[in-house]
């Protein structure tokens, strides 16, 4: 006999977890299902550290959900007695004309930000750490920062557990149905499950769970390094802030140093779609090679040669991009009882509080106060 819940969650990473945690915070005793640990380091949500930004380049439309992510960051926090965010600020920088620049900057007087403009001296001066070539801008804004994402899926999940979910590790999704009567029926290597409300949440497994998004949801193979730093007292979080690079070996993105409880030291950074590597999420190659090295080390030695030295560690894990880098956080049209989040194409985890905010209200009601139309699946069939 199949095992019934009124709602079910399928991929316990930062959006799943957190979709998790928003439905039993409401009572409805939804259940979890995971193929790996929670948390682990075989999708996205992993790497110790994640950039949370409110100046946005990618979508002035973005603000208005990271103010209500940051709420919902610290309202997680207070409820686990946890140090999930720290307050570093954020530099948004490039060439005069360059999308990261002039959209941060466009993001900051729409929404009413808090800012500064800084050019290559000035950013210099401020922060010794930087060392971008004249003709560089630079959008400081002082309410960015870092989360640490193992800790924020481990306590969605755990707070999830104690507002009444219940959570299945270790058992792979093989399928899932509409049945006659319009319930949904889960398949998964160890049990059979109904439910009458299904949230999909597979992150750069999205197309195995949903074939509709096969060539919408594509994931990539990305690396990240932590160099040691030359000079560390450049590099604490006090004096350098996360960022995003757009420069002419293309759009890089970093951190300060951190390594609170023995974690990894150095300065963190990667490379957006580090060698556009398109994979698949079962057989990505998660060695690493001279190649990988190369192209990170080139960048740093460069524009941060007080950070860039000895390689203290790389890492494998994927971005899940969709053709306009917009997430999908929809119903599905035909079936509304599912709801999908997916293709968070490298930005997305900083969100993931209030996607699953999101997600419980799709799956509750069919519909969410939050504006999403950016983000809806009809566009990428080019309906929208």
């Known amino acids: 006999m199949s095992e019934?819940?009124?709602?079910?969650?399928?991929?316990?990473?930062?959006?799943?977890?957190?979709?998790?945690?928003?439905l039993?915070?409401?009572g409805l005793q939804p259940l979890g299902i995971e193929r790996f640990e929670i948390p682990h380091s075989m999708g996205s949500s992993h790497g110790l550290t994640r950039i949370i930004r409110l100046a946005y380049y990618e979508d002035p439309s973005y603000v208005p959900l990271l103010r209500r992510a940051y709420a919902l960051w610290a309202e997680l926090e207070r409820e686990c007695g946890e140090r999930l965010f720290y307050q570093t600020g954020s530099i948004d920088m490039g060439p005069a004309d360059s999308e990261v620049f002039r959209g941060s900057l466009q993001s900051c007087l729409e929404n009413d930000l808090p800012h500064a403009v800084l050019d290559s001296r000035q950013l210099r001066a401020r922060f010794p750490g930087y060392q971008l070539p004249a003709g560089t801008m630079a959008l400081f804004q002082p309410q960015?920062?870092?989360?640490?994402?193992?800790?924020?899926v481990a306590a969605h999940?755990?707070?999830?557990?104690?507002?009444?979910?219940?959570?299945?590790?270790?058992?792979k999704v093989l399928g899932w149905e509409i049945l006659a009567d319009a319930r949904l029926r889960v398949i998964t290597d160890a049990a059979d499950y109904t439910c009458e409300k299904l949230l999909l949440c597979g992150g750069a497994w999205a197309s195995r769970l949903l074939p509709a998004l096969e060539g919408h949801a594509q994931p990539e193979r990305q690396v990240l390094i932590w160099l040691q730093t030359k000079t560390p007292a450049l590099f604490t979080p006090e004096r350098f802030p996360v960022w995003n690079a757009a420069v002419e070996e293309g759009r890089y993105y970093g951190f300060p140093e951190f390594n609170p409880s023995g974690a990894t030291p150095g300065m963190k950074f990667g490379r957006y779609h580090h060698r556009g590597?398109?994979?698949?999420?079962?057989?990505?190659?998660r060695e690493l090679y001279?190649?990988?090295?190369?192209?990170?080390?080139?960048?740093?030695?460069?524009?941060?040669?007080?950070?860039?030295?000895?390689?203290?560690d790389m890492t494998v894990c994927m971005f899940t991009n969709t053709a306009d880098e917009h997430f999908i956080l929809d119903t599905l049209p035909d079936a509304p009882q599912v709801a999908v989040a997916a293709g968070f194409s490298g930005h997305g985890f900083k969100m993931a509080s209030v996607i699953g905010e999101i997600l419980a209200d799709l799956a509750q009601t069919g519909g969410t106060r939050h504006n999403i139309a950016l983000h809806r699946l009809l566009r990428l069939q080019g309906d929208a």
Not at 12 to 22: C, E, F, I, K, V
Not at 277 to 285: G, I, M, N
């Open 4 to 22: 019934h819940h009124d709602f079910i969650v399928i991929g316990l990473g930062g959006m799943g977890s957190a979709a998790l945690y928003h």
């Open 24 to 26: 039993a915070k409401r």
């Open 144 to 152: 960015g920062g870092l989360l640490l994402p193992e800790r924020c």
């Open 157 to 171: 999940a755990r707070l999830a557990r104690h507002h009444g979910a219940t959570v299945r590790v270790g058992e």
């Open 277 to 285: 590597e398109a994979c698949d999420a079962d057989t990505v190659d």
């Open 290 to 312: 001279a190649e990988d090295e190369s192209l990170l080390r080139g960048f740093a030695e460069r524009y941060f040669p007080e950070g860039a030295g000895a390689t203290l």
